[in-house]
């Protein structure tokens, strides 16, 4: 499966939460860019410029990356996309892969919620060091300040959270992303789900656009 909708909607969380109930591997492009980034290896070099602009990296350059990752032993029973495609080339070159793994997408999941409630869940997001429970200071708040209530780590906000940065953002996704819901729709693969109101409700209204039983 693909999950697809502008920053901030809440792909992560939910495919975390898919995770959880039907044991997929979570496959998000932006963790695997960001901790390349923080370790510093060819990959992150490349990548991280474009991350801190709020630009795509080049598709060549994430499609290798997914291309690794698709063939790891996890995703033979399938898997959750988190963050990519993001471009026409690149939906096509998943196409190509799944064909040669004798793989197909079963949906494309796409979440929608207001643009004002994007921007306040981008704004107020912070994520743990060290194991990435996400929370928002308004919505989801930490109990202790700076503190993730999992494990006691540090919280920080992503450095491509800042207000500039958040616009860009948008903008690439309305140039770039937002095609590919023709792109699934046409393949009749386009499941929409309102992305508003907690992480509990939008998970339901995700399992009940797949037709899977709670
Ligand atoms: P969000 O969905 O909140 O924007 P992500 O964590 O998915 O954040 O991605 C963060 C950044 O990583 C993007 O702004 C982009 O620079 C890069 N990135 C992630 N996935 C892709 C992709 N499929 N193609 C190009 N760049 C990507
Ligand atoms: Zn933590």
């Known amino acids: 499966m693909v999950l697809l909708g502008a920053p901030g909607v809440g792909k992560g969380t939910q495919a ?9 591997p979570p496959i998000s492009t ?38 690794e990752r698709l063939r790891d032993p ?9 963050g ?27 979440l929608a919620v207001p643009r004002d409630e994007v921007l306040s869940r981008l704004a107020g997001r912070r994520t743990c060091k060290d194991c990435g429970a996400m929370y928002n200071l308004t919505l989801s708040p930490p109990r202790a300040e700076g503190v993730c ?5 540090e919280l920080y906000q992503r450095n491509d959270d800042g207000e500039e940065t958040i616009r860009a953002r948008l903008e690439v996704y309305e140039r770039e992303t ?14 929409e789900v309102d992305g508003s109101g907690t992480t509990g409700e939008v998970h339901s209204r995700v399992l009940g656009a797949l037709g899977v039983p709670e």
């Open 30 to 67: 932006g963790e695997i860019l960001r901790a390349a980034a923080q370790s510093g290896s060819p990959l992150g070099q490349e990548a991280s410029d474009f991350m801190e602009r709020g630009d795509l990296v080049p598709d060549d350059v994430i499609i290798r990356v997914v291309e």
């Open 84 to 110: 990519f495609p993001r471009t026409l080339p690149q939906a096509e070159a998943l196409d190509a892969m799944l064909g040669r793994q004798k793989q197909a997408l079963d949906a494309a999941i796409s």
């Open 178 to 191: 937002a095609p590919l819901h023709d792109y699934y729709r046409r393949r009749s693969l386009l499941r």
């Open 149 to 153: 209530d999992r494990c006691g780590d």
């Open 16 to 24: 975390k939460l898919l995770h959880d109930r039907l044991g997929l």
């Open 74 to 82: 996890d995703c033979r029973k399938g898997f959750l996309l988190d």
